[in-house]
C-alpha cells in the first residue's frame, strides 16, 4: 500500500525555475527519502532526512519535513533540462526495513 | 564500483512460460529487496532478504512468484507460469547494513508477456 503521496502527479516549468514537489505520508516515521528516477533506469538516491531533522540541504536540492503534518517538500533551485525525470518519496520506518514508495511526481524542465 | 546489475534488461515471453529474473547486488550490501513497478500501482514492494534469508514475503502475489537469494551474490525471481498481468517493470535494490541506508536500484528488468 502506498504510504507517501506525491504532489503534484506532473510538473513543467522553464529551465532556471525552481521546481517543488510535496509529499504527504499517513503513519509515524524514522526517516524519509527522495528518489530521481530518469526514463528506462532504477531509481537513484537523492537526499535522506531523519524524523529528528527539519531541512536538509544537498547542493541544488533542499529538502525540509514537517512531522507533525506528515509532510516533506523537495525544492529543486535553478532547474536545468537534465532534471527532468520522476521524483519519489519514500518512507522508512527503522533501520533498513522497507521504504514505502509514493507513486511520483513526474517533472518537466523546458530549456 | 558496479552498482546492481540485473539481467535480462527485457524479456518479452508468451503466456504460461517460466520468466527468470537475475540480481547481482552490490558487493558488501547486507539487504537486497524485489520491487514491481507499474502505472498503475507504482513501486511495489515484492519481497525482502537480510542476509540471505527472507524476511518478509507478504508482497508476492501470488504463488506464481518465488524468489531465492542461495548467496549474498545473487539473487532470481522467478514466474511460472506467467500471466500478461505480470507485464512490468521489476527492480532490485541493495542496501548496507547500518540504522538507516539507502536503497541502491538496479535498472531493472522490462517484462512483457503475450
Redesign the interface.
Known amino acids: 500500500s502506498q504510504q507517501g503521496e506525491e504532489d503534484p502527479q506532473a510538473l513543467s516549468i522553464q529551465e532556471g525555475e525552481n521546481a517543488t514537489m510535496n509529499c504527504s505520508y499517513k503513519t509515524s516515521i524514522n526517516n524519509l527519502q527522495w528518489y530521481r528516477q530518469n526514463s528506462g533506469r532504477g531509481l537513484v538516491h537523492l537526499i535522506l532526512i531523519r524524523s529528528n531533522e527539519r531541512e536538509k540541504h544537498s547542493g541544488r536540492l533542499r529538502v525540509t519535513l514537517d512531522t507533525s503534518k506528515k509532510s516533506s517538500s523537495l525544492l529543486i533551485t535553478a532547474s536545468r533540462a537534465a532534471d527532468t525525470a520522476s521524483y519519489f518519496c519514500a518512507t522508512g520506518s527503522s533501520g533498513n526495513t522497507p521504504l514505502v514508495f509514493g507513486k511520483g511526481t513526474r517533472l518537466s524542465v523546458i530549456a | 564500483d558496479a552498482g546492481?546489475i540485473q539481467s535480462p534488461r527485457h524479456e518479452v515471453t508468451e503466456m504460461g512460460q517460466e520468466v527468470t529474473l537475475r540480481c547481482k547486488p552490490i558487493s558488501g550490501h547486507?539487504?537486497l529487496?524485489w520491487y514491481r513497478q507499474t502505472m498503475m500501482r507504482?513501486?511495489e514492494?515484492l519481497i525482502?532478504f537480510?542476509n540471505n534469508v527472507p524476511i518478509?514475503d507478504s508482497g508476492m502475489p501470488e504463488d506464481r512468484f518465488s524468489a531465492k537469494m542461495p548467496n549474498a551474490s545473487f539473487s532470481t525471481l522467478k514466474i511460472q507460469p506467467s500471466e500478461p498481468r505480470d507485464s512490468a517493470v521489476y527492480?532490485c535494490?541493495s542496501?548496507a547494513?547500518?540504522?538507516?541506508?539507502?536503497?541502491?536500484?538496479?535498472?531493472?528488468t522490462r517484462l512483457s508477456i503475450l
Open positions: 546492481v547486507n539487504s529487496f507504482g513501486l514492494l525482502y537480510n518478509d527492480f535494490a542496501t547494513t547500518g540504522e538507516v541506508q539507502p536503497q541502491h536500484f538496479g535498472d531493472g
